[in-house]
């Protein structure tokens, strides 16, 4: 079964401060892995898509890369607007009518202090 | 830009009563999802939709849970005799496509309250 692992649960970081969230994964095979950002009380929100290991994506403060056993988002320079939980999450294709389930990681709950 | 609608937003209701959880997936997409996250947990895979049928379900979604997209816009998710467990954060999704890569959008959520 795959299994999707954060850390750390929680980060508290000053503005400015950057820092780097980790997401580990066993699953069987590599088929990509999405970042979504979490604000308290609302969905998920979808930040980054990586298909491959070597991949990087950016976005604003946001760089998110990946390996074969792990993906890092590394936050540059947080502004107290970045604090949210981010959520990482591989795919689970499925078979009978297509698409994909998520399977997520817990999250680590980003707190950005001026 | 598109997006994910889910009514209500809120939803209290007695243990035993039926609750009908509602969602307008973005209008070009073809797959459709609902997740649940109870309070301090992760998000969760409840069932996947394609073509008017279930493609998919989770060992959460027992004989008490069903989908429904009624018309061509609405995609429900109906809870027959809600259980306090029930009590939740619910989100629909939608996907354009099939495939790994095929990223799922979010709606905000109604959080369920069972009594």
């Known amino acids: 079964e795959d299994q999707v692992t954060q850390s750390p649960e929680a980060l508290r970081l000053q503005e400015g401060e950057s820092s780097s969230l980790n997401c580990s994964y066993t699953v069987s095979g590599l088929r990509g892995l999405f970042w979504y950002r979490q604000d308290p009380g609302k969905g998920p929100e979808f930040l980054f898509t990586?298909?491959?290991a070597g991949e990087e994506k950016e976005k604003e403060r946001l760089k998110a890369t990946l390996t074969k056993k792990e993906s890092f988002l590394h936050i540059t320079a947080p502004k107290p607007e970045d604090s949210a939980t981010y959520l990482c999450a591989v795919p689970v294709l499925i078979l009978t009518g297509g698409g994909n389930k998520l399977t997520f990681g817990t999250g680590t709950q980003l707190k950005v202090e001026l | 830009e598109p997006e994910v609608t889910q009514t209500p937003s809120h939803q209290v209701t007695q243990m035993g009563q039926e609750v009908i959880l509602r969602c307008v997936p973005i209008s070009n997409h073809l797959y459709f999802y609902w997740y649940r996250q109870i309070l301090g947990q992760k998000v969760e895979f409840l069932v996947s939709?394609?073509?008017?049928?279930?493609?998919?379900k989770s060992e959460i979604f027992d004989d008490q849970f069903s989908v429904e997209r009624p018309d061509g816009s609405n995609f429900t998710l109906k809870i027959r005799s809600t259980k306090l467990e029930d009590s939740a954060m619910y989100f629909c999704?939608?996907?354009?496509?099939?495939?790994?890569?095929?990223?799922?959008?979010f709606g905000p959520g109604t959080r369920l309250l069972v009594l």
């Open positions: 939709f394609y073509n008017n049928e279930i493609s998919e």
């Open positions: 990586l298909y491959s």
């Open positions: 999704a939608s996907s354009r496509g099939l495939g790994y890569q095929e990223t799922q959008y």
